[in-house]
């Protein structure tokens, strides 16, 4: 199981300050449009509206159930066909176990959408610090969008979530903490890649970079038949924009 129990998702004081906003309306980004499922293993346990954590094997086992429910659910119904009580059957756990960990669908959908931004972040992480160091920053590039591809397809609640966050403001913000932790991991790479780089333009030119992934990735998941040639045309794309700087 990803994660270690009892820690947070994000660990740079600017996303703290975003998570503890979960529930204000953040203002739209560029993450928005829905990509497609997959199967998945189980995903980790946080959550920043979770009642309790659970401590066994089997309460994990129970809330895993739950979360990978809630992304079956979001995926093959929507977010306003959602709610509790089909969580915890689609789960087959009684009501009260899902109601002692998660008081609503909104902490259900927050725990899961945090869960997925965990295992992100920790298979694309080590990748994005390959990238400052490694000679053909190309092949790094390609692979870490391989990656976040492999992620959107495979991991059940992805499409769903995508699509939810029209329909649950506070998404906004596990997004938004997500991508400034990458990008702030990005940037430290540009300017390790290019000590002259200036931590403005590396914030920029991450930013950027990361916006114009994730509308590449939204768009070739959801074309199955194209999505493989879209993401090498996207590939040329992102590097051309990056090789001014690093080459």
Known sequence: MPGAMGTGLIESERSREAMRTIGKTPAPGPFSSPPVPAADPDPPLSGARMRTVPRQQRARAAVNRILRATGELLDDAGFDALTTTAVAERAQVNIATLYRYFPDKYALIEALALSIETERYEKVGPMLSTFATSADWRRELRAITDKLLDLRVRRTGVKGLRRALHSAPQLWIIERAGFERMGERLGAGLRTRVPSMTAKRADLVSTT???????????????????????????VALERYLTPYLD
């Not at 916006?211 to 040639?229: F, I, K, S």
């Open 209 to 235: 970079l990361l916006a114009m992934m994730v509308g590449l990735l939204d768009r070739a998941t959801l074309e199955p038949a194209q999505r493989r040639p879209m993401m090498r045309e996207g590939a």
